[in-house]
């Protein structure tokens, strides 16, 4: 049973810092894509960052410079370090482990953290 828990959110002023892990169970964590999405009200999910089984990593335009995403393969976790949060950065942010397993496209999200920038 695939298990991914998300943690890590909270509120922070604009131009703070915040750190979400997303620890994975379930899956052999080494072969998964793992990335971060989020949500906001009234808006679609959309892509924040992603790092390939490879460690590859790609991120949103909007993101690009102030996050960085990473991941302990010996903890099965991903992370997303988020500096110099933007109001507009209050979101949802979600866990998604993806992969290709015996030929079959596979994945899993996790319950989501909130995430709020405000003064």
């Known amino acids: 049973q695939v298990q991914l828990v998300e943690s890590g959110g909270g509120l922070v002023q604009p131009g703070g810092s915040l750190r979400l892990s997303c620890a994975a169970s379930?899956?052999?964590?080494?072969?998964?894509?793992m990335g971060w999405y989020r949500q906001a009200p009234g808006k679609q999910r959309e892509l924040v960052a992603i790092?390939?089984?490879?460690?590859?990593?790609n991120y949103a335009d909007s993101v690009k410079g102030r996050f960085t995403i990473s991941r302990d393969n010996a903890k099965n976790t991903v992370y997303l370090q988020m500096n110099s949060l933007k109001p507009e950065d209050t979101a949802v942010y979600y866990c998604?482990?993806?992969?290709?397993?015996?030929?079959?496209?596979?994945?899993?999200w996790g319950q989501g953290t909130q995430v709020t920038v405000s003064s």
């Open positions: 998604n482990a993806a992969a290709v397993v015996g030929g079959v496209r596979t994945g899993s």
């Open positions: 790092i390939t089984s490879g460690g590859s990593t």
């Open positions: 379930g899956i052999i964590f080494t072969i998964y894509a």
